[in-house]
């Protein structure tokens, strides 16, 4: 039997959107979430595409990732849009 798991982009919006937390760096997010450095980079900018989170970069180069509200968040709409197109296509059975 294969366990189910959460995915690595659920588990960086639990970790940026928890009590007490604004912003968190990557290497913090490796820490707190145990996953690889390169899956929370590559979650974090696909996540960043989709307006869910943002990026505040320092002098020194160090980002530091915070989640903006759930409202901004565009992957929710995408999913619904395409879902109403696909319903719309469908043909009914006779």
């Known amino acids: 039997m294969k366990l189910k798991r959460t995915t690595t982009t659920v588990e960086i919006l639990e970790a940026l959107r ?19 450095y390169n899956r929370i980079t590559a979650a974090l900018h696909a996540l960043r595409h989709y307006r869910a989170v943002d990026v505040v970069i320092e002098a020194d180069g160090i980002g530091w990732w915070f989640a903006l509200p759930s409202e ?3 992957r929710q709409h995408v999913c619904r849009e395409i879902a109403m197109e696909i319903h719309r296509r469908r043909k009914p059975k006779d």
Request: proline share 9%; hydrophobic share 40%.
């Open 18 to 36: 928890a009590p007490g937390v604004d912003f968190m760096s990557a290497r913090a997010l490796v820490t707190a979430t145990g996953e690889p």
């Open 72 to 74: 901004s968040d565009q």
